[in-house]
């Protein structure tokens, strides 16, 4: 039986994907070990069915100086001679290196979920200083990461426009394999009334929601999806956003421009999404940014929650988001270069919702995990049942 080693930079309560890809994993006859960060009210060490959990990582992983950190965790980690380290994202992938180096049989993957070497620089405060000091700490943080991910033997993304951008970036012997952020299939049976009674918006209004981790300034078109949005008549807008300084300033942002129809709601445990985003008439997808590729190329959690709470979509006109709300016929995709796009596309979705229903209904058929779990499983099956690739194996 093959042992894998799960590294994850984050708690498993936050990461729907991973929880996801763990629960497909263990169907596999496989040892599964997930190290990810201690979390308060759970303990280190925790086993379900046949996975491990060790709740090992703190915050220091993300410092640019982390190398004692990461070389500690190795040495744990190496406890066990794992024939699979899979890694999410560019901090563990670093020590998955380190710890092929101590156990050279191990096969790689990387599991990238993003362009980092596309990414914007975000700077929280402002200051030139700070500013340079962040420029060249990213510079050789992108050299890093290019430097260990030519040493994956497989990689996992998720998007084909990015997995054909990586492929080529990392020099990839092996063809990427895409996940995509899909969520398990779940029926809306009847749609929810929380947001509505929690922020007493009138029965009259269409709410507009958007969720996302975080807003960040002058680089998603938020700015400009609200300043639209909110001009229109019996519109809210909720926005289910994270607490951290990339968002205070749009927090802020909205007081001064006095707009009573905003709303702001903290995160939501990831077994609630699909029945608060239910309650609203349309979600907003905007990333309209054609200088960064990593966010003209993206493709967003938050799509495929509205589309399981089966509520249409108003996205930027952007490769990948086309691909999907066209494709399905699930919302309306706009151009923010031409003014006012953002109103009429939302005008177009609130004139005829019934019209966008039962293409959702019947997207999610497609579109769910059980559905795109099957790549995954696929790579696992084809790792662990080659001969080839364990042929100087020794120890088993």
């Keep these: 039986m093959k042992r894998v080693a799960l590294l994850l930079d984050n708690t498993l309560t936050i990461d729907r994907r ?21 979390e308060k009210d759970f303990p280190e060490t925790e086993t379900r069915n046949n996975l491990f959990i060790h709740r090992i990582f703190t915050s220091d992983i993300y410092l640019f100086r982390n190398n004692n950190s990461l070389q500690k965790h190795c040495t744990e980690i190496c406890k066990k001679n794992f024939d699979i380290l899979h890694c999410h994202d560019r901090v563990m992938l670093h020590l998955g290196t380190i710890i092929k180096k101590k156990q050279p049989s191990a096969k790689l993957i990387y599991e990238s979920r993003e362009l980092f070497h596309q990414w914007p620089l975000h700077v929280s405060t402002p200051g030139f200083v700070l500013w340079l000091k962040s420029w060249i700490v990213r510079k050789l943080e992108v050299r890093k990461e290019k430097a260990d991910g030519r040493k994956a033997d497989f990689l996992i993304t998720v998007n084909q426009s990015i997995a ?143 589309i399981m709470a089966e509520i249409p979509i108003l996205a930027t006109a952007q490769p990948e988001y086309k691909k999907i709300v066209e494709e399905y016929n699930i919302g309306v995709c706009v151009d923010p270069e031409i003014p006012g796009a953002f109103t009429k596309g939302l005008k177009q979705i609130l ?33 662990i049942t080659n001969p080839s690739l364990w042929r100087y194996d020794s120890h088993h």
């Design 164 to 306: 054909d951008i990586l492929t080529k970036y990392f020099k990839l012997k092996t063809n990427a394999v895409v996940t995509r952020n899909i969520p398990r299939y779940e029926a809306v049976i009847k749609r929810s009334d929380y947001l509505r009674n929690k922020f007493a918006i009138d029965t009259e209004n269409k709410i507009v929601v958007y969720i996302g981790g975080h807003l960040y300034k002058n680089s998603l078109r938020m700015e400009q999806a609200i300043e639209e949005i909110v001009s229109v008549p019996n519109i809210s807008v909720v926005i289910i956003t994270g607490d951290d300084s990339h968002s205070q300033w749009f927090k802020q942002w909205v007081e001064e421009n006095i707009w009573s129809n905003v709303f702001f709601h903290p995160l939501i445990p990831i077994n609630q999404i699909t029945s608060v985003l239910s309650g609203c008439d349309a979600g907003i997808v905007s990333a309209w940014n054609k200088k960064d590729i990593s966010y003209w190329l993206a493709l967003d959690n938050k799509l495929f929650s509205y």
């Design 351 to 383: 004139a005829q919702p019934e019209n966008f229903h039962s293409e959702l209904v019947s997207a999610k058929q497609k579109l769910n995990w059980k559905q795109e779990q099957k790549n995954l499983l696929d790579l696992y099956n084809l790792i």
């Design 18 to 38: 991973a929880l996801l890809e763990m629960e497909s994993l263990c169907s596999l006859d496989i040892e599964l070990h997930l190290f990810c960060m201690k």
